[in-house]
């Protein structure tokens, strides 16, 4: 019933910025930590970065001082700020949420994930 979906992707040159958003819609009671999650080809997910409900973020070291997280509760969104993007940061980027709903307990909810492209 709880359904996330990334957008702001796409195909960009070194230095440039790209501005990623995930929104949640369905029956949600609450949502604790939201995150952002990268994976390119031939590699490992990783974490990128982690807001949680009190607003405590961490940051990937691969991206620290670059990134930016920020979270919506309103909305029941999270958004990425990418700045001074650098081709190895080329990857689809997942969002997840930790969310509780009106019928279960807490679990993770991920996105189908949208598409980072860096040029050199």
Known sequence: Q?????S???LVQAGGSLRLSCA????????NAMA?????PGKQRELVALVTSGGTTIYGSSVKGR????RDNAENAVYLQANNL?????????????????????MDYWGKGTLVTVSS
């Open 8 to 10: 702001g992707g796409g």
């Open 24 to 31: 949640a819609s369905g029956t949600i009671f609450s949502i």
């Open 36 to 40: 952002w999650y990268r994976q390119a």
């Open 86 to 106: 650098k081709p190895e940061d080329t990857a689809i980027y997942f969002c997840k949420f930790v969310i509780n709903t009106i019928a279960s307990s807490a």
């Open 2 to 6: 709880v359904r996330l979906v990334e």
């Open 67 to 70: 990134f930016t997280i920020s």
